[in-house]
């Protein structure tokens, strides 16, 4: 958002999408954008069962998310100087 641009869509893989227009996203986070998009269940007009994650499911979505975290830290300070709302959220 703080670029100009906000993702078409509120999916996981929507908000990748765009970032990758932009950022040379490492290419094994599109696998892990597509498995937690299996868990989200909104905006359908189809009634779908709920996926409840399981243990192991979990700690893959934590250590995909650390690593994000850890890959986009770089590019939000390094743009903002942490000043950005963006930023701000990451230093927490």
Same mark, same amino acid.
């Given at each position: 958002? *703080?670029?100009?641009?906000?993702?078409? &869509?509120?999916?996981?893989?929507? /908000?990748?999408?765009?970032? *990758?227009?932009? &950022?040379?996203?490492?290419e094994a986070f599109h696998a892990e954008v597509? @498995?937690?998009?299996?868990?989200?269940?909104? =905006?359908?007009?189809?009634?779908?069962?709920?996926? #409840?994650?399981?243990?192991?499911?979990?700690?893959? /979505?934590i250590i995909f998310a650390t690593l994000l975290?850890?890959?986009?830290?770089? #590019?939000? @300070?390094?743009?903002?100087?942490?000043?950005?709302?963006?930023?701000?959220? =990451?230093?927490?």
């Open positions: 958002m *703080k670029l100009g641009f906000v993702p078409e &869509h509120s999916s996981i893989s929507s /908000m990748y999408r765009e970032l *990758k227009k932009n &950022h040379n996203a490492p597509r @498995f937690m998009n299996r868990f989200m269940n909104f =905006c359908s007009l189809e009634v779908a069962p709920i996926l #409840i994650p399981t243990d192991s499911e979990l700690s893959r /979505m975290k850890e890959w986009i830290e770089p #590019i939000l @300070f390094s743009e903002s100087e942490n000043t950005a709302p963006a930023a701000i959220l =990451c230093q927490s």
